[in-house]
């Protein structure tokens, strides 16, 4: 596979029941990116990676948990989530720290919290 | 203060015209990127072009062009020959200042652009 994969595409949850959001990108980038974007809103940067290592984390609950096992994965792990945290998380990867370096996006997760 | 700001919601083109999505920013950086995104109704974010504010020369890419205008602060997306695929979301973003190496992007809120045959 090439680019950025994200997997499940679609997940529907219940607000006790506990899932993982898979991120995968085959560009040899560096850093990753989740981020989340809810109905008429722009897109908010939730956390970022880089080197493994996260250097942001934007003000999210703490009921969403990212890991990061190496430069090509990258996780979300979700718990206790809540009904207005039903959106599209978008995972995406970037090389490296140029003006002119790209961000990639996966095809996202469409998340409906019940 | 919001720093993309697209204040087309939504636009409606004929096939086959060329079609201007607007995009002003904000920003105190002499250094940054403007990207266009997008985003069709499958969700994934598409990269269409990118600007660096140093580059002289308006950034194309095959029938995408970016109509940079720095000191007006504004970064429009020209599609030429407008197709019926090209109908989708469209996404401004702005790249300012690194975390660590890695990009911090900012986007505005979108334009829906729909093209009718």
């Known amino acids: 596979e090439t680019g950025v994969t994200q997997t499940p595409r679609h997940l529907v949850m219940g607000m006790t029941n506990k899932k993982s959001l898979k991120c995968e990108q085959h560009?040899?980038?560096?850093?990753m990116y989740w981020y989340k974007q809810s109905a008429k809103k722009p897109l908010e940067l939730m956390f970022v990676?880089?080197?493994?290592?996260?250097?942001e984390n934007n003000s999210v609950p703490s009921r969403f948990s990212p890991e990061c096992p190496n430069s090509s994965h990258l996780f979300l792990h979700l718990h206790t989530l809540q009904p207005e945290d039903s959106a599209l998380y978008l995972c995406?990867?970037?090389?490296?720290?140029?003006?002119?370096?790209?961000?990639?996006f996966g095809p996202g997760t469409r998340l409906l919290v019940l | 203060a919001q720093k993309i700001t697209q204040t087309q919601p939504g636009m409606f083109v004929q096939e086959k015209e060329a079609v201007t999505l607007d995009c002003t920013y904000d920003?105190?950086?002499?250094?940054?990127?403007l990207f266009w995104y997008k985003q069709p109704s499958s969700g994934e974010m598409i990269f269409l072009i990118y600007q660096g504010s140093y580059d002289e020369q308006n950034a194309t890419e095959g029938r995408y062009s970016l109509n940079f205008q720095k000191a007006r602060k504004s970064a429009n997306l020209v599609i030429s020959a407008s197709q019926l695929g090209d109908s989708a979301m469209y996404f401004c973003a702005m790249r300012e200042g690194l975390i660590q190496g890695a990009q911090k992007l900012v986007f505005g809120q979108g334009t829906r652009l729909t093209i009718n045959p």
């Open positions: 560009l040899g980038h560096n850093a």
């Open positions: 990676y880089n080197f493994k290592e996260q250097t």
């Open positions: 995406a990867s970037s090389q490296g720290t140029g003006l002119q370096e790209t961000q990639y």
């Open positions: 920003t105190s950086d002499q250094s940054y990127g």
